[in-house]
């Protein structure tokens, strides 16, 4: 089964670009930037890296990231992991990025997105591996900085799809941001949100995500199974809900593997993604593999996650066709 979903065409829509760095690419960063770690060797710096929740594992992710500098640096990051998905046959990724968790510390807006964006034209001319950019404000950041970082964007428009929002959800509901996400509306921006799994008023935060900010997708959103009128208005609304299996089992208590099950049979869109893989050493294919593995899915599950994911990725009908088309006809040849 593992070869079946080796060359399984993906749908990678929940993937933090920041969680690509892995410790080699950290290093090589370092050494270019004239930066001095802590750690001697790859092995060390993974070693020294734990974390059991979602507010420790952020301590050690934004840490990491004070080697991106310059516009090669996150050009280097992005291609890294464009040229890695590509080998998994992931055909289409939508890859958030944390703009504040640069300028935040003085690296310019436009040095982060025009090395992304350059990842992203030249992995679809070499790999034929296309992406799009999702911009995500940090909630434990105020909703002023947010929306300064909106208005920052609106010259690079038509290089982002759309908005989410991440990191420590902890006392910052969606509703901190309500104007931001109607500003972003506004400019044409499609809008998504994290709700992390098991976090305080999990389910509080997921209708405020449907009442208030009226959100295209969820990022996480298994604890919407906890309340029934969640399940009906998102099943209601065809909304999508993109789920990391490997993630989960690092900050919560296990994959929620019945958790996607239930979702299928629910006839939820659900979708399998990897998060932040470099840390949780798992990119699409091995969180596949451990779903596969936890509930012993037959192919055609497989096939189906992909097929929602690539139902609910933010593209024109007629590109999502031509996925539809491919995922179909390897489904025929296995
Ligand atoms: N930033 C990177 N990974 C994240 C996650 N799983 N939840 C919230 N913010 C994140
Ligand atoms: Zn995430």
């Given at each position: 089964?593992?070869?079946?979903?080796?060359?399984?065409?993906?749908?990678?829509?929940?993937?933090?670009?920041?969680?690509?760095?892995?410790?080699?690419?950290?290093?090589?960063?370092?050494?270019?930037?004239?930066?001095?770690?802590?750690?001697?060797?790859?092995?060390?710096?993974?070693?020294?890296?734990?974390?059991d929740s979602?507010?420790?594992?952020?301590?050690?992710?934004?840490?990491?990231?004070?080697?991106?500098?310059?516009?090669?640096?996150?050009?280097?990051?992005?291609?890294?992991?464009?040229?890695?998905?590509?080998?998994?046959?992931?055909?289409?990724?939508?890859?958030?990025?944390?703009?504040?968790?640069?300028?935040?510390?003085?690296?310019?807006?436009?040095v982060v997105i025009r090395g992304l964006r350059r990842a992203i034209l030249d992995a679809e001319r070499l790999n034929g591996?296309?992406?799009?950019?999702?911009?995500?404000?940090?909630?434990?950041?105020?909703?002023?900085?947010?929306?300064?970082?909106?208005?920052?964007?609106?010259?690079?428009?038509?290089?982002?799809?759309?908005?989410?929002?991440?990191?420590?959800?902890?006392?910052?509901?969606?509703?901190?941001?309500a104007k931001v996400f109607a500003r972003a509306r506004q400019e044409g921006y499609l809008l998504t949100m994290h709700c992390d799994v098991d976090q305080e008023n999990s389910t509080e935060h997921i209708r405020q995500c449907l009442e208030v900010i009226g959100v295209d997708r969820i990022d996480h959103g298994v604890n919407a199974l906890d309340d029934p009128a969640l399940v009906e208005e998102i099943k209601r609304r065809g909304l999508g809900l993109t789920v990391c299996p490997v993630s989960n089992g690092f900050v919560t208590d296990g994959s929620k593997a019945e958790a996607i099950r239930r979702m299928l049979d629910l006839d939820l869109r659900v979708t399998i993604n990897s998060d932040d893989p470099a840390y949780f050493?798992?990119?699409?294919?091995?969180?596949?593999?451990l779903v596969h593995r936890e509930l012993d899915l037959p192919q055609d599950d497989l096939v189906r996650l992909e097929r929602n994911a690539f139902e609910i990725a933010w593209l024109p009908r007629s590109v999502k066709h031509t996925y539809f088309a491919e995922l179909d006809a390897y489904a025929r040849e296995r």
């Open positions: 089964m593992n070869d079946f979903i080796a060359g399984l065409p993906k749908c990678e829509l929940h993937l933090h670009i920041e969680g690509t760095l892995e410790p080699e690419l950290k290093f090589d960063l370092a050494r270019r930037n004239g930066i001095a770690l802590p750690h001697a060797t790859v092995e060390e710096a993974r070693a020294a890296f734990t974390f979602l507010s420790t594992f952020l301590v050690g992710y934004y840490g990491s990231m004070d080697v991106l500098r310059t516009e090669p640096d996150f050009y280097d990051l992005a291609s890294a992991y464009l040229t890695k998905a590509a080998a998994q046959n992931v055909r289409y990724a939508e890859i958030f990025f944390d703009p504040q968790a640069h300028t935040s510390r003085g690296v310019p807006f436009d591996i296309r992406a799009q950019l999702i911009m995500c404000f940090l909630r434990d950041f105020s909703a002023e900085y947010a929306m300064a970082t909106l208005l920052e964007s609106l010259p690079y428009r038509e290089w982002i799809v759309g908005v989410g929002l991440d990191s420590d959800e902890r006392g910052n509901p969606p509703v901190k941001f050493r798992a990119y699409v294919a091995e969180n596949l593999e």
